[in-house]
Every structure is written in C-alpha cells, then in structure tokens.
C-alpha cells in the first residue's frame, strides 16, 4: 500500500514536499516514480529513483525545480518541489516499479499506487 501526504494549495514561486510512505518489508527492492494528472490531461511522468537511491530521473518540465529521493529504513519516498508553477497543478501519484527494465517514463512499467494528493498552484 502506498499512501501519498503533503499536496495543498501554494503561491507560484513556493515550495512543497510531498511523502509517499510504503507498506511491508520490501521496499528497498522497488524503483518508485512520482507521475501527476491535471484535469482533462493524461497522466505523466514526473521522477523516479532506483532501488538504492543512487540514480534519478527527471521529467524537462521539472529538472532543476524538482528533487525524488528516498529513505529506505523509512519506507518512504520523497518529492521536493520548488519554484512551483500554476502549470503544476495537479494530482499527484507515487507507484512502485518492480521492474528491472530500463524504461522509467511508461505508466506500464510500475504497478502499485498511491491514491494521489492534490497540489495546487495560484499565479
């Protein structure tokens, strides 16, 4: 189970961090990637990270604003958003990416999901 916190409503130019804590014994095993949906769009990728934390990955949209990390003794994934944008708004979802392709953008690659936290953007 993957239980996303810490979306709300921010001015642009601000600042957010959201957590994704996971259940169960295994979660170093996994590669996690945030992914967001705004309304009426499809759902895209935004970060990843790999099992150890050592390699990340970023959407354009967001490199350089955006930073994935993880803490494995916590079973919890970070996203640190800053510079936000009104074009950031979005639900926002963490999921779990067993495997061990090399193909980190493609929802099809993981396979468990938060249920999405809200970020909002005011201009």
């Known amino acids: 189970q993957l239980v996303e916190s810490g979306g709300g409503l921010v001015q642009a130019g601000g600042s957010l961090r959201l957590s994704c804590a996971a259940s169960?014994?295994?979660?170093?095993?996994?590669?996690m990637g945030w992914f967001r949906q705004a309304p009426g769009k499809e759902r895209e990728f935004v970060a990843a990270?790999?099992?150890?934390?050592?390699?990340?990955l970023y959407a354009d949209s967001v490199k350089g604003r955006f930073t994935i990390s993880r803490d494995n003794a916590k079973n919890t994934v970070y996203l640190q958003m800053n510079s936000l944008k009104p074009e950031d708004t979005a639900v926002y979802y963490c999921?779990?990416?067993?495997?061990?392709?090399?193909?980190?953008?493609?929802?099809?690659?993981?396979?468990?999901w938060g249920q999405g936290t809200q970020v909002t953007v005011s201009s």
């Open positions: 999921a779990t990416k067993r495997s061990l392709s090399s193909v980190w953008f493609s929802l099809d690659e993981y396979d468990y």
């Open positions: 169960g014994r295994t979660f170093s095993s996994y590669g």
């Open positions: 990270i790999n099992r150890s934390g050592g390699s990340t």
